[in-house]
């Protein structure tokens, strides 16, 4: 439900219900004066209106959860948006304002909300042990939780806000004859993600005790999401169903296939300072001066994974190209500075065939760690001494270079996947490429160590 569609939203007959008590009085509207009704002498008027909706096109009735605190069902609702779903909850009105509005659940907040009720269900449960037990003598408790979720609100027309913090409380009422504990999950104040000016005290969905609030979780499962997902586009549900029925025959006939995976590669890697040693100047020089060697490489290619159990074998194959620097430094035996400055070019083909091992799978999060030999291949690296400069009497008589069109070395990675996407960080150090020499001694010949930032899209998962 967007919006600027939201207008078109009309009362639904099948689900309004009026709650109307009439006295003498004219009280702001509080379904907590229920409960007060038993000890006051005067009779309040309470009145409540529930507008219950039905959204344009897809929204659909989904389900309803028990309210004891004012004594009725609320309603939940369902819409489809590109195959995502959006959990439409209709909720209390706070600040004692007659308005309709709720909590609007959409598919990638549905876990983190789902999860986030659980653990507020066992915080109640703790909490009203002890406040029963004596245990505890401050009555109200607020939640630390971080759940997002949106919603919706009502007043001359259908208002959203978007992505707004949820608030747990956990709120006791207790008196002589008569006590009641609640878990209220509350939006707070509400302004119209398009509109400034329209706003609302907000909305809360009130629990009363914790079969209340088991029933609300079962009925929004997944698995009863999935079913009304089903009801709502069959067509499209019975092709996912036929998809998978394929996949499964495939696994029959071909059983590795649920222990493979595949997908393209890119990444980012640089020498950042690694690459900073003394270095032992050519005889007849004794003294020790630092050299340095600076890289950065652009990376993309393919990679590949074979699971067993909780091991994990990864070949990939990537193009790399990028740009290097290289400086050396020493003094001549008059204590004068000789400097050379060479920059080079990399394109090669690399090749790591990591073994690894996942230590955490759940939810499809994955974390993994790996290691293995790197194979890199030249398709064309080049480098040039640009600039050196000598003072004194040591004489620079002649320079060679020499390429390595093969070289290896070591990786170690750190890898972190959410369904089909992959981010990783990994240590490589592997061979200089360039071999550089002045009168036959050679100068460059250090390892480099670089640092690599990768991402990763699976085109294919194991199939289950």
């Known amino acids: 439900m967007h919006e600027n569609t939201a207008k078109q939203m009309y009362i639904s007959t099948h689900f309004l219900k009026s709650y109307i008590y009439f006295s003498a009085t004219n009280n702001y509207i ?6 007060i009704n038993i000890r006051m002498k005067k009779q309040f008027s309470i009145i409540f209106l529930l507008l219950c909706f039905t959204a344009i096109q897809a929204q659909e009735a989904f389900t309803s959860y028990r309210n004891s605190y004012h004594g009725f069902d609320n309603p939940v609702f369902m819409s489809l948006t590109h195959q995502n779903f959006t959990l439409w909850i209709s ?20 876990q983190v909300f789902y999860e986030g009720m659980n653990i507020a269900k066992q915080e109640y449960t703790t909490w009203k042990k002890e406040l029963q037990d004596g245990k505890r003598k401050k009555l109200n408790k607020s939640l630390r939780m971080f759940v997002n979720s949106d919603a919706f609100f009502k007043t001359n027309e259908w208002y959203y806000d978007y992505n707004l913090m949820l608030k747990f409380d956990l709120v006791a009422e207790i008196f002589e004859d008569s006590s009641a504990y609640y878990l209220k999950v509350a939006t707070g104040k509400l302004r119209s993600s398009l509109y400034s000016t329209a706003v609302s005290d907000g909305f809360e969905i009130v629990f009363s005790n914790e079969n209340e609030i088991s029933q609300f979780m079962d009925s929004i499962s997944r698995e009863n999401i999935n079913r009304q997902i089903a009801i709502m586009n069959p ?9 998978t029925e394929k996949r499964i025959q495939k696994v029959e006939k071909r059983p590795w296939l649920s222990n493979i995976e595949f997908g393209v590669t890119a990444g980012f890697s640089s020498s950042f300072a690694m690459n900073t040693k003394p270095n032992e100047a050519p005889a007849p020089l004794s003294f020790i001066e630092p050299m340095r060697n600076i890289q950065s490489n652009f990376s993309g290619g393919l990679f ?23 400086y050396f430094c020493f003094l001549d035996p008059s204590l004068q500075q000789i400097i050379m400055k060479k920059e080079a070019s990399y394109k090669t083909i690399e090749v790591p ?28 690296s080049g480098a040039n001494i640009i600039y050196y400069h000598t003072f004194g009497n040591y004489t620079l008589s002649s320079e060679s270079e020499t390429m390595n069109s093969f070289r290896t070395g070591i990786t170690a990675a750190a890898m972190f996947d959410y369904s089909r996407f992959s981010l990783g960080i990994r240590y490589t150090r592997i061979a200089n490429k360039f071999e550089t020499s002045f009168d036959s001694r050679v100068f460059d010949k250090m390892s480099t160590s670089m640092l690599t930032f990768t991402a990763a899209w699976k085109i294919f998962e194991p199939i289950k």
Do not use: H, W
């Open 30 to 35: 509080c379904t907590r004066n229920l409960l």
């Open 91 to 110: 909720g209390l009105p706070a600040g004692g304002a007659v308005q309709t509005g709720g909590i609007a659940i959409k598919e990638n907040q549905y």
């Open 235 to 243: 067509v499209t549900e019975k092709i996912k169903q036929e998809i």
């Open 304 to 326: 590949g994974r074979v699971y067993y159990k909780n091991f994990l074998f990864q070949p990939e194959v990537s193009y790399s190209s990028g740009q290097g620097e290289n």
């Open 353 to 380: 065939l990591l073994l690894g091992y996942n230590f955490l799978n759940k939810n499809k999060f994955k974390i993994s760690v790996a290691a293995g030999p790197q194979f890199s291949f030249d398709m064309g």
